[in-house]
């Protein structure tokens, strides 16, 4: 046994050898030993494993496995908690016992965040508000990754498509999208499919060069050269070489769009081309708010809303960073 | 001839994905004044990791945690050194016992300079050849201005760079790779260090142009009277500018010696096998002489001899104890079983005979290009 | 140096040309409504007298054509609804000036604050600065601008006494807006300038300069901020953008009179020249900006004016 597996045990294994060389006795220690090739190629082994030193990266960030939690409980809740007891509907006016809408009422018992301007229940706008805007989000991020990836891989595999594709993008790039969503939501109805829509139209492009370069890299770097001069094929390269760095990158993509798309649909209300007063959402509650913004006791219809806000977007900001880090694999050290 | 770096017992330890990789396993060395020592081994051996050592540039997670490396080249500024370091008598500084970059500063370029395996990477893109040579003479000798102008040309021709005041102004992407080596060793000049350390000065480079290195090199040498270490896994090089050879395995010193001793009277295992290998010894049609296996996985304890898993001649004892050095002459030692007198005797491969032949075959040639 | 500057300002015009077309077609896509103040009461012959004077009845390939015929002559029309009759370059030559001062001092800012921030960061890189300046960076990168723009106006006007409504001659006023337009920046600058420092710092030449025994500080000015200054130079441009984008809103919250609060202005009042004509000024300015950035770029980085720009990546 020339090598030792567990340095704890080294110092029974060294008395064993002494009591070992007592045993053999000198002539036979100073005699040829057996050779074998196997123990030859033992010695050089790694268990690196790329998804495990990836999970196990991203476990050591404790803020960021604190805020997905944070983050999953909040994506559970707002889903199920439509019914759960005792909640109202968020477009329902309570009225008071005097047969009056009860309006900007604080948090009590039964209102647990009190009721906005025309005595609908806070918390039950605030829960619809974040799952609208939740549903708008990823399904932003969604359609952006699908017709990204869709374009890129194109972009990048067939040849003649690259040079036109390339100064296409150098154009596109360039337009300020803040105007296109303006225009876009000015042209259609203001409504969840047309905020989407003008989201998704503008955010692909970033997707599209991302997934091109990874696509170009497919086929130019040595190490896949490599790979398909041993014979591999291209859906292994894809697969073994390109797939766990391209989706560990576009999930951080998708984590930082929604957080984006979520501030657009906030902005795009301020300006009055948002969603409809019917339809909750989080840039809606914030707009209501902001009006009732300079009297302190009113404040809280602006503040609810911006908390959970601002808790859902750090939590994929922070998640994403975090994730695209820990698949580094430089930092798998 | 004096010492003027001295390592002892170095064990130097890295963290990695939480184990520790063991990189250095008690290394001792003595580095001659004035001579050039090389450095052989794979990849993984540990010697540039020794060298880092020797400037205080090891990885983040590296550490040194047992020996010592003393450094004696100071001389005279002995006395006037207000650093960490120093021994009791004032007549070394323990290079292993810094602990702060600030330590560094005194011997970094001024007494121990480096230059880095890779020509094209090591200089500063965004500022001319001319600046990067002006700013070691400033820091070091205190040129400025004309007067650090002129000394950089000068030492441009010492590299021989043709043309050197319109060279001054070019940038690094404008040189060739054999030119930026000459610009790395030109920086390394400035500094006027006391020891050269070269890690692979011609790995990176084409044949052609490493024997003109080399060449240039040995040069250096004699007009600013250096010591060089040489690192490299390149037999060639070692047989044309080195005195003495250290082969290093799995983090140990396991062979030392004279050129001659050990190109042509080697007597560890690993020697033999590293000398077996060389290309020019092959016979056409035949299958090229290669060591099996792999060198070991230092994350875990080595017991014995390193090299005995890959020996088809180890001896029983190699897998239970590790050998001491056993002197061969005063100038030739190595760490092997087969040195002590209860050892069989066994004979070097055939191959090494042929390797003394070559080597008087051309040696008459060769002395004259040697130092 | 001056083919290559050629080629990009070729490359720009193409794409204002692109954009204008494309909000033109956008635009020209809103009801016939909005045209007309009192749609309802007009007659089928009046509605079309009025398209025709406004020339909207022709194909819009035509209008197209026109539209850009005008723009060379330097007419960019006469604005329809939002002040009868008065060309469109008059009215915005009056809300030019402060757009220009609101977007230029907050640029300043950002890049007087943001900078030094990044290169503490890098330096500090892991300890509490560093810490402290990631979240800041990242509380300003994922909470929506929209969202902090109104809690700076909301504790900032208490806080500091100041109205809200904006006086251009107070300086107080300014304080507020060009500090919230500024954060975004700011934030965009540090996160950046402290990643390429980082970057730059596990560079072999930097080894080198470690081994000349050049000191940590002298490494960190001399060698890591100068080389990771130059690709900040492509961010420039973003960071135009970034303050054209957020004085829209900006300008709309404290109530500025400046290109961006009329800019909503006239997209409600669907009057079309007037929206082309500021999204013209806006894209000149993004564009205004690519320009400045790849300029920088060959200035500080002599390896560019030598080679192609382009190749693989995007």
């Known amino acids: ?172 790039d360039n337009i300020p999208t803040t105007i296109v969503l303006i225009l876009v939501s000015f042209l259609l109805r203001p409504g969840m499919t047309t905020i989407i829509f003008a989201l998704s139209i503008t955010g692909w492009i970033g997707m599209a060069r991302f997934v091109r370069n990874q696509v170009l890299i497919i086929r130019d770097r040595d190490y896949n050269v490599a790979s398909r001069t041993l014979g591999a094929s291209t859906w292994r390269i894809m697969t073994r070489n390109l797939l766990p760095y391209l989706v560990s990158v576009i999930m951080l993509r998708m984590a930082l769009s929604i957080p984006g798309a979520i501030g657009s649909e906030v902005f795009i209300t301020y300006i009055g081309l948002g969603l409809p007063i019917e339809v909750c959402s989080l840039g809606n509650l914030i707009n209501e708010g902001r009006k009732l913004m300079m009297s302190p006791n009113l404040r809280y219809q602006l503040i609810y809303p911006t908390i959970i806000l601002s808790i859902v977007t750090v939590s994929f900001y922070i998640i994403g960073n975090a994730f695209s880090d820990a698949a580094d694999p430089r930092n798998h050290l | ?86 021994d009791e008598n004032g007549n070394y500084i323990d290079l292993a016992a810094f602990k702060k970059n600030e330590d560094w500063l005194r011997i970094r370029g001024s007494e121990i300079c480096m230059i880095p395996q890779d020509p094209m990477t090591s200089l500063n893109p965004l500022k001319s050849i001319g600046w990067q040579i002006s700013e070691a003479l400033m820091l070091h000798r205190g040129m400025k201005g004309k007067m650090a102008y002129e000394e950089t040309i000068r030492i441009l021709e010492d590299v021989r760079i043709d043309d050197p005041r319109r060279r001054f102004r070019q940038y690094p992407h404008e040189l060739s790779g054999g030119m930026r080596q000459r610009v790395v060793i030109a920086i390394a000049i400035a500094c006027n260090p006391r020891i050269l350390i070269c890690d692979e000065p011609t790995t990176a480079l084409d044949v052609t142009i490493q024997a003109q290195v080399l060449h240039l090199l040995r040069e250096l040498k004699e007009k600013y009277r250096l010591t060089i270490i040489f690192i490299t896994h390149d037999l060639g090089v070692v047989a044309n500018i080195a005195d003495r050879v250290a082969v290093m395995y799995a983090g140990d010193i396991i062979e030392i010696g004279l050129v001659e001793e050990i190109f042509y009277d080697p007597r560890h295992p690993y020697t033999w096998a590293l000398l077996s290998s060389l290309p020019q010894l092959g016979h056409r049609g035949e299958e090229l002489y290669a060591i099996q296996g792999t060198p070991p996985n230092l994350f875990q304890q080595v017991t014995g001899d390193a090299f005995a898993p890959r020996n088809p001649q180890a001896l029983v004892i190699d897998s239970l104890q590790a050998p001491p050095y056993f002197e061969i002459s005063p100038t030739h030692r190595a760490k092997t079983w087969l040195l002590d007198e209860r050892a069989p005797s066994l004979t070097p491969p055939e191959a090494l005979r042929k390797v003394r032949d070559l080597g008087k075959a051309t040696k008459g040639g060769a002395e004259d290009g040697r130092a | ?86 060309p469109v370059w008059d009215i915005l030559k009056t809300k030019i000036p402060i757009s220009i001062q609101l977007g230029s001092l907050s640029i300043l800012f950002s890049m007087l604050v943001g900078l030094p921030m990044g290169i503490h960061m890098a330096k500090r890189k892991g300890k509490i600065p560093d810490h402290l300046g990631t979240a800041f960076i990242v509380l300003i990168q994922a909470v929506p601008a929209a969202v902090y723009y109104l809690f700076i106006q909301l504790f900032g006007t208490e806080l500091l006494q100041i109205k809200l409504r904006f006086d251009p001659g107070d300086f107080r006023s300014w304080i507020l807006p060009v500090l919230s337009l500024s954060l975004g920046n700011i934030a965009y600058y540090a996160m950046w300038i402290r990643r390429y420092m980082v970057d730059e710092s596990t560079k072999d030449y930097i080894m080198l300069a470690r081994i000349k025994g050049c000191s940590e500080g002298r490494i960190m000015f001399r060698h890591i901020f100068r080389n990771a200054f130059v690709p900040m130079a492509q961010y420039l441009p973003t960071s135009f953008l970034n303050t054209v984008i957020g004085s829209i809103y900006i300008e709309s919250l404290w109530s500025i009179k400046g290109m961006g609060g009329l800019l909503v202005d006239v997209i409600h009042k669907q009057d079309n020249n007037m929206i082309l004509g500021i999204v013209l000024l806006f894209a000149c300015v993004g564009i205004l900006g690519l320009i400045l950035g790849d300029v920088l770029m060959v200035l500080f980085d002599p390896r560019i004016s030598f080679t192609k720009k382009g190749g693989d990546s995007v």
């Not at chain 1, 965040?113 to 989000?137: E, F, K, Y």
């Not at chain 2, 205080?56 to 100071?74: A, K, S, W």
């Not at chain 3, 794409?15 to 033109?24: E, Q």
């Not at chain 3, 009801?31 to 020339?55: R, V």
């Open chain 3, 1 to 86: 140096m001056l083919k290559y500057l050629a080629k990009r300002i070729a490359r720009s015009l193409l794409t204002l040309f692109f954009i204008l077309t494309i909000v033109f077609i956008l635009v020209r896509q809103m009801p016939i409504e909005g045209y007309f103040p009192n749609y309802e009461k007009m007659t089928p012959s009046q509605i079309e007298n009025g398209l025709h004077q406004m020339g909207l009845d022709q194909p819009i390939l035509v209008q197209l054509v026109d539209f850009f015929k005008g723009l060379l002559h330097g007419d960019l029309g006469v604005s329809r609804v939002y002040n009868r009759g008065k």
């Open chain 2, 1 to 86: 001839m004096s010492k003027i770096l001295s390592v002892r017992n170095l064990h130097v330890c890295f963290t990695l994905r939480g184990r520790e990789l063991h990189a250095l396993r008690g290394v001792d060395l003595d580095v001659e004044d004035g001579e050039s020592l090389a450095i052989v081994g794979e990849s993984g051996s540990g010697k540039s990791v020794l060298n880092k050592n020797f400037i205080g540039l090891l990885d983040q997670n590296g550490r040194v945690t047992d020996g010592e490396i003393r450094y004696y080249g100071m001389g005279d500024k002995l006395r006037h050194y207000q650093g960490a370091g120093m």
């Open chain 1, 1 to 172: 046994m020339s090598l030792i597996k567990n340095p704890r045990i080294k110092k029974l294994e060294d008395s064993v050898s002494e009591a070992l060389k007592q045993e053999i006795g000198e002539k036979k220690l100073f005699s040829l030993a057996p050779f074998s090739e196997e123990q030859a190629e033992l010695t050089g082994s790694s268990d690196y494993s790329y998804w495990r030193s990836t999970f196990r990266a991203f476990r050591r960030h404790w803020v960021a496995m604190g805020l997905l939690i944070l983050l999953l409980a909040i994506l559970v809740f707002t889903f199920v908690q439509p019914y759960l007891p005792g909640q109202f509907d968020p477009n329902a006016i309570t009225n008071g016992e005097n047969g009056l809408p009860l309006k900007n009422q604080p948090a009590d018992a039964v209102h647990w965040l009190g009721t906005n301007s025309i005595g609908q229940d806070l918390w039950a706008r605030v829960w619809a508000g974040t799952r609208n805007s939740l549903i708008i989000g990823i399904s932003v991020a969604l359609i952006e990754a699908a017709i990204g990836i869709l374009v890129g891989i194109l972009w990048g595999y067939v040849r003649q498509l690259d040079f036109l594709l390339t100064e296409l993008y150098n154009i596109l």
